[in-house]
């Protein structure tokens, strides 16, 4: 079992930064491929980003390509989202989700195919 805690959320306004960490515990991080997805009121779960067991594949959703940049150290059973250029649509709740995958390279957009989730963390753009 593993367990994923989310941290880093905040209040900022449009055109600042915010980092925010998902550490494990419980498992063989670098067994996981990772992934944060968000969800703002009244819409569904929606992918942002997502990295291989290695960290050496990426991908993003097409909105925050650019300006967010998802990185792990397996070392420290850590994965990282650093949010520049926030916009209000960028407001949602964030979540990390951990997916067992046997390659090294894999990475996941469907939330479904994630084994486990944080308990997510807010993000709240002002204009």
């Known amino acids: 079992q593993v367990q994923l805690v989310e941290s880093g959320g905040g209040l900022v306004q449009a055109g600042d930064s915010l980092r925010l960490a998902c550490a494990a515990s419980?498992?063989?991080?670098?067994?996981?491929?990772m992934g944060w997805f968000r969800q703002a009121p009244g819409k569904e779960r929606q992918f942002v980003a997502a990295?291989?067991?290695?960290?050496?594949?990426?991908f993003y959703e097409h909105s925050v390509k650019g300006r967010f940049t998802i990185s792990r150290d397996n070392a420290k059973n850590t994965v990282y989202l650093q949010m520049n250029i926030l916009k209000p649509e960028d407001t949602a709740v964030y979540y990390c989700g951990a997916s067992r995958e046997l390659t090294q390279t894999t990475v996941r957009i469907d939330s479904a195919l994630y084994n486990y989730w944080g308990q997510g963390t807010q993000v709240t753009v002002s204009s």
């Open positions: 419980g498992g063989t991080f670098s067994s996981y491929a």
């Open positions: 990295i291989s067991r290695s960290g050496g594949n990426t």
